[in-house]
């Protein structure tokens, strides 16, 4: 388990003997007589393959959740005090308390305390620059959490997080600084204005989770709630996959390779989920439960599918605009609502991203429009396949049973490294991706209408090299590309012409 969040603090779940480092958080509740009625289902509409939708942001223990009971009205609570006071919002959720640190016994236990504006962490860790930077590396994320959720800093001057770095857990149980009231958590924990995370064995990974228990924090205090798990983990992951370099932060960085982040581990547990065929459907992540967060491969799926449609141009505005919802009962019906007509290719893009998914990945480049094509001209056609992209729409339509002949032609470059790879639609048999020659010509005929769970067509191509005949069983448009890397394309150079005639 990686994190994560309680949402501002639970009603109706306070432990019998509150540690007196939370009770104030606890009596923070604010108007307890208003909103103790059960959640209602929010009604979705009929005509679209809409999931039930997941329980709101809790405390992603999912192993305690069938032990304790449902908190029905946690998040009605804000969502009805904020009707109440539309003008107050922010007033109010800024006004949850911190917890409260005592100084005297944190030094008593050696604990040390590091500051800066935005984050005060202890911790029982010996001084070196990874650790005592953390503040700082916190201090950068603020401002561009606030740019991302749209929020303006300037109205949150005194925004300030208390973080609990532990080496010994048994130092933080022994001075309740980790509260017994929170639920075990193997990586990090994040309550309002508290986080709480053990020692990693890696300085990004420590930071990794810092800012992902931080963004819960932010999104908890500042929007009221994370919204249901997959959005939650998602954004989670999404913005603390991150850059630290030269002392600057970037947060919402896809990791070029595999040294700039260890420990972190995503890409490898989307590829090898697909190496043993069994890859995750983009509705089974949406539907995740948070119980599935017991494990750490749903937040590697979460931030696939948060990184996908926040890169991809056709979905990234309706993506970004989700935190929005965060307060709202119908979420994720709202997100499928957000997508409306386009979710089947979004689900086919999906496809295609994890089972090719790289460090580096250039999702931009590898969109796709799925235009159904027009048919083949009785004299042929003639279209040009770039290298620097992905799938391509040649807009040609192929008939079932009849058959085609490719030819192509051209000579482009596929890799600059060490030297200018050159390469002709046969590709290079000297390097192979996905065990077909680098920079050989791809051919897949994409059904007009794909049916339900055979997966994309697009996944199941064929390598045409400079030429061969195909004779597709159902009708469909013609797509191309050159074999090469989602992550290598901007290395390549040229493009290659095809020429397609009827047989
Ligand atoms: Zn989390």
């Known amino acids: 388990m990686i994190g994560c969040s309680g949402s501002p603090e639970p009603v109706g779940r306070r432990p019998a003997k509150k540690p007196a480092a939370t009770r104030r958080s606890a009596t923070a509740e ?15 509409p009929a005509d679209t393959d809409v999931p039930e939708e997941n329980e709101p942001a809790r405390a992603d223990r ?15 609570l804000l ?12 007033k109010f959720l800024t006004t949850l308390p911190q917890m409260q640190v005592d100084e005297a016994k944190a030094a008593a236990a050696g604990i040390r305390k590091l500051t800066a504006e935005r984050l005060t962490l202890y911790t029982d860790l010996p001084p070196s620059p990874t650790i005592d930077e953390l503040p700082e590396v916190f201090d950068q994320a603020f401002p561009q959490w606030c740019e991302y959720f749209h929020v303006d800093a300037a109205e949150h001057a005194d925004w300030h997080m208390t973080g609990f770095l532990m080496n010994e857990k048994a130092v933080f149980v022994r001075t309740d600084f980790l509260p017994h009231g929170l ?12 986080l709480w995370l053990y020692e990693q064995p890696s300085d990004y990974y420590r930071r990794h989770l810092i800012l992902h228990e931080g963004t819960h924090g932010f999104m908890n205090t500042l929007l009221g709630a994370c919204g249901p798990p997959w959005y939650m983990e998602g954004i989670g992951e999404l913005l603390a996959t991150h850059r630290w370099k030269d002392g600057r932060l970037t947060l919402n960085h896809f990791p070029a390779n595999r ?26 992540v949406i539907d995740y439960p948070p119980a599935a967060h017991l494990e750490t491969e749903p937040y590697a799926w979460c931030w696939a599918a948060a990184v996908l449609m926040d890169r991809h141009p056709r979905y990234r505005e309706r993506f970004r605009g989700l935190y929005k919802n965060v307060l709202k009962g119908d979420f994720t019906a709202r997100f499928y609502r957000a997508i409306g007509d386009d979710w089947r290719t979004l689900s086919e893009e999906w496809q295609l991203f994890v089972s090719g998914v790289e460090y580096g990945h250039d999702i931009a480049a590898t969109t796709v429009d799925f235009t159904p094509g027009h ?9 040009t396949v770039s290298t620097k992209k992905g799938w391509q729409n040649t807009g040609v339509r192929f008939a079932a049973g009849a058959t085609y002949r490719l030819t192509a032609s051209g000579r482009y470059q596929v890799a600059d490294k060490p030297q200018i790879w050159w390469c002709e639609p046969g590709g290079v048999s000297i390097r192979y991706y996905q065990a077909r020659p680098l920079g050989i010509l791809l051919a897949a005929v994409r059904p007009d209408r794909p049916k ?16 061969r005949t195909l004779t597709p069983k159902e009708s469909g448009t013609l797509f191309l590309k050159i074999n090469d890397s989602a992550a290598e394309l901007g290395d390549n150079a040229g493009e290659s012409t095809v020429e397609i005639t009827r047989e």
């Open 62 to 76: 999912p192993g305690d959740e069938s032990k304790r009971p449902r908190r029905p009205g946690k998040r009605l």
């Open 183 to 194: 639920p075990p958590f193997r990586h990090g924990y994040c309550r309002n204005y508290t």
């Open 30 to 44: 604010v108007p307890k007589a208003k909103s103790r009625r059960p959640r209602t289902q929010t009604a979705r």
């Open 452 to 467: 339900e769970n055979t997966g994309s067509a697009l996944l199941r191509s064929t390598a045409v090299g400079l030429g």
């Open 375 to 383: 048919p083949l001209p009785e004299s042929g056609a003639t279209v």
């Open 259 to 284: 040294e700039e982040v260890p420990q972190w581990g995503r890409i490898r547990i989307i590829k090898d989920a697909f190496s043993a065929r069994r890859p995750l459907r983009l509705k089974q």
């Open 79 to 90: 969502a009805d005090l904020l009707r109440q006071q539309p003008d107050s919002e922010s």
